[in-house]
């Protein structure tokens, strides 16, 4: 392993240690820095691969020093180079977070040894970071590919479910921007207003279940008619139900809970309050709103003032009261989306 140019900081009182293996250290060109005080060692701002400080009883106080450089860089090797009968300050400095001792008097040989392992573990662990932080950013790079995909994915389904009635794929955009906006506004955390935004592109993907006669019909459904329309809800809610995917699972109950209504009223199954989910509640005006200023085979479109009209008699009936007020409170941002996607002028 290739240990040239790595960094050293070695402290000494009185006789260089480096000096017993110079020859070694100036082929592998170490980059040393040497200082007799302690003190102004500390105050070094370089980062070191490597630390030698010797103790010297009365002059050089390897404790005190191998304390104050842990306090300051947890992971930096330290070699403490020490009596050899000294038993009880080694134990000490191992304590205290050095890495190892070498005994004195110094054997040039052993003592190179040492530095040549010490130095070839901290390059070794080095390495080891850089790896660690490379698969990291590939594991990000990864998931971020594949969340787009999910996305990408989601938009799709939503553009395809769609298109027929609305004859604009933008409608679904319309939709989950909005519905992020009130998610947002009603203190939902950021997850939860992603999940809202990719989710609610597919609140209508049951509709695929539904012949294009009933759904595309010019005159009024009859109530066997509209009985069969009603059931994409339940389609949507089965086509999804079992996946783990966070957004389809998000999706299958936006699509099951957006035709309840706040008062009991709606469908499938007639929840009411907040029994209904929130995402649910939020697409329930979303939709209705798109609905009534989207003009389709077998209606005109209203006008937004008469939209907003019905939002607000709907309060405490078709929708959470609190919803539509944020609705109206924000009905400039909302106009704003709608435009964005020329779907108003």
Request: aromatic share 8%.
């Amino acid at each position: 392993m290739n240990i040239n140019e790595m960094k050293i900081l070695s402290v000494f009182y009185n006789t260089d240690p480096l000096l017993n293996i110079k020859e070694y250290t100036d082929s592998l060109s170490l980059d040393i820095d040497k200082y007799q005080e302690p003190e102004k060692a500390l105050e070094s701002p370089k980062k070191y691969d490597l630390v030698l400080v010797e103790h010297t009883p009365d002059m050089l106080d390897a404790l005190a020093f191998v304390r104050a450089f842990r306090h300051m860089y947890r992971e930096t090797p330290i070699l403490v180079l020490i009596d050899a009968n000294d038993i009880a300050t080694q134990e000490k400095v191992l304590r205290l977070g050095a890495f190892d001792v070498v005994c004195k008097p110094l054997s040039p040989v052993l003592f190179q040894v040492k530095l040549q392992n010490t130095l070839k573990l901290t390059k070794a662990e080095s390495l080891l970071n850089d790896k660690t932080v490379l698969l990291q950013d590939e594991i990000k790079n990864a998931t971020q590919t594949f969340q787009d995909s999910e996305h990408e994915l989601l938009s799709v389904l939503g553009k395809s479910t769609q298109y027929k009635e609305h004859q604009n794929d933008k409608h679904t955009l319309v939709v989950a921007h909005c519905t992020k906006l009130l998610a947002r506004l009603a203190g939902l955390n950021e997850k939860i207003q992603d999940v809202a935004f990719h989710a609610s592109q597919v609140y209508d993907l049951g509709k695929v279940g539904i012949p294009d006669a009933l759904l595309l019909k010019t005159g009024k459904l009859s109530c066997d008619e509209f009985e069969v329309v009603k059931k994409h809800a339940k389609i949507g809610y089965d086509f999804l139900k079992y996946s783990q995917n966070p957004y389809l699972k998000a999706g299958a109950v936006i699509s099951f809970s957006h035709h309840e209504k706040f008062d009991g009223s709606g469908y499938p199954i007639g929840l009411s309050g907040e029994t209904i989910p929130i995402l649910g509640r939020i697409v329930a005006i979303i939709d209705v709103f798109e609905a009534l200023t989207s003009e389709k085979v077998y209606k005109k479109a209203w006008s937004i003032d008469d939209a907003c009209n019905y939002l607000i008699e709907e309060k405490g009936k078709h929708f959470d009261p609190k919803f539509v007020d944020l609705f109206m409170e924000n009905l400039d941002e909302i106009l704003s989306i709608k435009k964005k996607f020329n779907l108003v002028t």
